[in-house]
């Protein structure tokens, strides 16, 4: 079966509403394990996007030699 492909706030919302699941403590156990492997696999999912924009970043704010560059800020930060 394919996966879905879901965005970053898909996925954590996913998740958040996995987690308020589990914390109520009522559902069966054969459930509560089948959620609790899909929150396992969208927190991974979620790591993962998250470190790729990160990578993302960092490339994007790399000067010629590798070391951090600090651009200027927008016009809309500044406010």
Known sequence: MAE???T???AAARLEEIVRQLEQGDAP???AMSL???GTALMKKCTTMLDR???KVRKLTAGPDG?????PMDKEESV
């Open 53 to 55: 924009a990160e990578q």
């Open 67 to 71: 070391t951090p560059v600090e651009g």
């Open 29 to 31: 156990l054969e459930e």
């Open 4 to 6: 879905k492909k879901l």
């Open 8 to 10: 970053f706030e898909q």
């Open 36 to 38: 609790f492997e899909e």
